[in-house]
């Protein structure tokens, strides 16, 4: 089994910026893809960016330019920064990792931007 656990949501006012950690634990013997998805209120859940072990990079149009994910392999955890953060980033943020061959979870975090 592989656990993830996730830090660094909470409340922002539009322009801020968060910083999310998320660490992955447990039998690892082969962790590929980590990232990020959100779920806003009253919509589905999407991807929000990812990043593999070899550091290939994707993210979705809309933090293009405001999110930077990043890794540490040695230590399974991957990073999210946001920055200029708008009020249509407020969501639960989850992250995912694809290890041992499976897709695994955390249990979310939330982000919320407002003043």
């Known amino acids: 089994q592989v656990q993830l656990v996730e830090s660094g949501g909470g409340l922002v006012q539009p322009g801020g910026s968060l910083r999310l950690s998320c660490a992955a634990s447990?039998?690892?013997?082969?962790?590929?893809?980590m990232g990020w998805y959100r779920q806003p209120p009253g919509k589905q859940r999407e991807l929000v960016a990812s990043?593999?072990?070899?550091?290939?990079?994707r993210y979705v149009d809309s933090v293009k330019g405001r999110f930077t994910i990043s890794r540490d392999n040695a230590k399974n955890t991957v990073y999210l920064q946001m920055n200029s953060l708008k009020p249509e980033d407020t969501a639960v943020y989850y992250c995912?990792?694809?290890?041992?061959?499976?897709?695994?979870w955390g249990q979310g975090t939330q982000v919320t931007v407002s003043s």
């Open positions: 447990g039998s690892i013997f082969s962790i590929n893809a």
């Open positions: 995912y990792t694809f290890a041992n061959g499976e897709n695994y």
């Open positions: 990043i593999t072990s070899g550091g290939s990079i």
